[in-house]
Every structure is written in C-alpha cells, then in structure tokens.
C-alpha cells in the first residue's frame, strides 16, 4: 500500500528508494533484536487487513494488538483489519494500544485533545512544568518462541517493493545516499539508540541545541531524532 502507491498530487511515488531502504533496514533490525530474546518477527508483504486475520485464524489468536493511530490512511487500516476481524468464525479481539506516538499519554494531559494549541511552543509551556512523561516499561529479559511450524517469511528487497515505479523515468532505484551527507541514517532501534546515546550522553550536544538547533550545516547542530 505505502510502496506502491503514489501522491495525489503530482502522482509522485508515496515512498522513495532511501526510504524503502530504512524501513527494510528496521525491519531487519526488529527481527534481529527479537531473536536475541528467544523470538522472532513473521514477516509478510500485502495488506494487513488480508495477512493478520489469515494469521490469526491459522494459530487460533485470540487477540490482534496494533498501535493506535491519529492519521486518515492509519484510521482506515485499522478499521479495515477490525472488520475482516469480525468476520472470521472465531471470535478475534482486536485491540488498540495508545502510547507509542507520542510523548505524553492522552490521559495526563491537562486540556483535551480539541484544546491543544497549534503552535508547539504554546503546548510546551503549558505542560512542561504539570506533566511528567511515565517512565518506560521494561523491556522483557526472554520472549516466548514463534512455533516452529510457521513460516516467518523471508524479507522483501527495495526492488520488489517499488516494482510498480521501475522504469519511472523520475524513479532510480539505484540511488544510494549522497557522499555529502553529514549523516548516513539507518533504520532501526539500535541505530537510534546510538544516536541518542551519542546527542545526549557521549557528546553533551542537547545542552546547546537551543543556541545550534535553527543552523543549516553539520550533522550535531540538531538531535536529527
């Protein structure tokens, strides 16, 4: 859907080369990570409104969990997977889960969503000094292993998912990221958590970014998060 698609405006495609490649990348590195914990990620390419309820009928789940979204095109998948949910002959709970797209819970904020301010500085001022941010869940020591029978899929390459765009005369799927760049980003938890570890920690970089953060050049005038 996000790979084939293209912009209502100027039809461009929805999702370019570099993009593609770190949304793979994360991909890789999620299922990197989980093996580590004893587990692993499925991974299929096709409409998840058409693969979670294949899945979730084939093993039997009784709960389907998502994160909840706020964006049109998120709400309609959601809405969609629900009601292919609904339809299998077995009953499916399907389950939305606020938190991973934000900052601060909905429930602790002290207006309603209707009264945010649409200037970040005016929301920053107005909850920066009466909402504290809920400290992380740990993250589990072990995860319970995939079954064996199931095919946790082999991962997808840049080609086949933008194979709708080859031959764009706008489109090289050849492009790699320019040797100008001040950053070489990567996808996934762990280049991100090596850059945090970096912005924060190692370099003390967040104690100018008010004075740095309006610069153009360089890689560390900005947490680039």
């Given at each position: 859907?996000?790979?084939?698609?293209?912009?209502?405006?100027?039809?461009?495609?929805?999702t370019?080369?570099?993009?593609?490649?770190?949304?793979?990348?994360?991909?890789?590195?999620?299922?990197?990570?989980?093996?580590?914990?004893?587990?692993?990620?499925?991974?299929?390419v096709?409409?998840?409104e058409?693969?979670?309820?294949?899945?979730?009928?084939?093993?039997?789940?009784?709960?389907?969990?998502?994160?909840?979204?706020?964006?049109?095109?998120?709400?309609?998948?959601?809405?969609?997977?629900?009601?292919?949910?609904?339809?299998?002959?077995?009953?499916?709970?399907?389950?939305?889960?606020?938190?991973?797209v934000?900052?601060?819970?909905?429930?602790?904020?002290?207006?309603?969503?209707?009264?945010?301010?649409?200037?970040?500085?005016?929301?920053?001022?107005?909850?920066?000094?009466?909402?504290?941010?809920?400290?992380?869940?740990?993250?589990?020591?072990?995860?319970?292993?995939?079954?064996?029978?199931?095919?946790?899929?082999?991962?997808?390459?840049?080609?086949?998912?933008?194979?709708?765009?080859?031959?764009?005369s706008?489109f090289?799927?050849?492009?790699?990221?320019?040797?100008?760049?001040?950053?070489?980003?990567?996808?996934?938890?762990?280049?991100?958590?090596?850059?945090v570890?970096?912005?924060?920690?190692?370099?003390?970089?967040?104690?100018?970014?008010?004075d740095?953060r309006?610069?153009?050049?360089?890689?560390?005038?900005?947490?680039?998060?």
């Amino acid at each position: 859907r996000i790979f084939e698609a293209t912009t209502s405006l100027g039809g461009f495609p929805k999702t370019g080369v570099h993009r593609t490649r770190f949304v793979l990348e994360s991909v890789v590195d999620l299922r990197r990570n989980l093996e580590t914990l004893g587990s692993t990620l499925i991974v299929r390419v096709g409409k998840p409104e058409e693969i979670l309820p294949k899945i979730a009928q084939e093993f039997n789940c009784s709960h389907v969990f998502c994160s909840e979204e706020v964006c049109s095109e998120e709400l309609s998948v959601e809405n969609a997977v629900s009601n292919e949910l609904s339809l299998l002959p077995s009953k499916v709970i399907f389950k939305r889960v606020w938190g991973s797209v934000t900052l601060f819970h909905v429930e602790d904020l002290p207006m309603s969503i209707e009264e945010i301010p649409n200037i970040f500085s005016n929301f920053r001022r107005r909850v920066e000094s009466i909402c504290d941010v809920r400290n992380p869940i740990p993250p589990p020591e072990n995860l319970v292993s995939v079954p064996q029978n199931i095919d946790i899929g082999q991962l997808p390459t840049v080609e086949s998912l933008l194979k709708s765009h080859l031959g764009s005369s706008s489109f090289d799927i050849t492009a790699q990221i320019d040797a100008r760049s001040v950053l070489q980003f990567s996808g996934g938890e762990t280049a991100g958590r090596a850059r945090v570890q970096y912005y924060i920690w190692d370099s003390d970089l967040i104690a100018t970014y008010k004075d740095t953060r309006n610069g153009m050049i360089g890689g560390d005038y900005s947490s680039k998060f």
